[in-house]
């Protein structure tokens, strides 16, 4: 029972806003710890999880490449290059690459996207870009709402979306303990197939979500600071 506390340890520190790393770490260490084993096992088990897992840290070499591309001006670009569509605002831009990202993690594709390689130097100025041309210079808080949302639609696109292929981990990792655990014959193609409305349903009330997106911009903005459209000012003026 005391093993639990450190499911304790991670809402406090989620709530608490602590490092996320520093707060599973401190969570496994207390949960072996009281669960009965040894600090060198805990250690040991710690060592053994990061070998085995290893390949998620292949983003960090991605980070250069980013730098790089962010220092010549690809955020600029992005934002650029959204301006030059009229009628996308944010919300529409939004909801799009929500739509894209699902529909190629659903596929296998998992590495197109992601917060790092696509959220941050591309996706999110091109977001901001879309306001900007909408509503003018944007207060901070308002960038960080966009950022916010920009990386919320990749987060959800992915973590539904890979769930509708059948040979990503998870699907792989249920299937396998289901059978073992259980003695049964799950394929994955099954629980892929069930996944497949849930995804549906994720789609379309984020999606809802992102469109609405553009009133609360409208809304806020002009709360603060008076601000409307700029369309919609040019015809305030004339």
């Known amino acids: 029972m005391l093993a639990l506390l450190g499911v304790l340890v991670v809402i406090v520190g989620f709530a608490t806003k602590r490092n996320p790393l520093l707060v599973v770490g401190v969570a496994g260490i207390v949960t072996g710890l009281f669960g009965g084993l040894s600090p060198q096992t ?6 053994t999880g990061f070998a085995a897992s290893r ?8 980070l250069p490449v980013i730098g790089l591309l962010e220092r010549y001006g690809l955020r600029e670009q992005a934002g650029a290059l959204i301006t030059r ?9 939004l909801a799009i690459y929500l739509l894209l990202r699902q529909l190629t993690a659903a596929v296998g594709l998992t590495t197109l996207g992601g917060a790092a390689q696509a959220v941050r130097p591309m996706v999110a100025p091109m977001a901001e870009g879309a306001a900007e041309r909408r509503y003018g210079a944007l207060p ?9 949302f920009a990386a919320s639609a990749d987060n959800v696109g992915l ?5 509708c292929f059948l040979a990503v981990g998870s699907i792989l990792l249920i299937t396998g303990f289901v059978n073992t655990t259980y003695k049964t014959h799950l394929e994955p193609l099954d629980l892929a197939l069930w996944a497949i409305p849930t995804a549906a349903c994720a789609c379309l009330i984020h999606g809802a979500r992102l469109l609405y997106l553009d009133r609360t911009l ?5 709360a603060a600071g008076g601000t409307l459209p700029r369309e919609d ?6």
Do not use: C, N, P, Q
């Open 218 to 222: 409208e809304r806020e903005l002009a």
């Open 140 to 148: 901070e808080r308002a960038r960080e709402k966009i950022r916010s």
């Open 55 to 62: 390949s998620v840290t292949i983003f960090v070499i991605t």
């Open 42 to 47: 805990v250690l040991a088990d710690f060592g």
């Open 233 to 238: 000012a040019e015809e305030a003026a004339t």
């Open 159 to 163: 973590f539904f979306g890979e769930d």
């Open 85 to 93: 569509f009229a009628s996308l605002t944010t919300g529409r831009f």
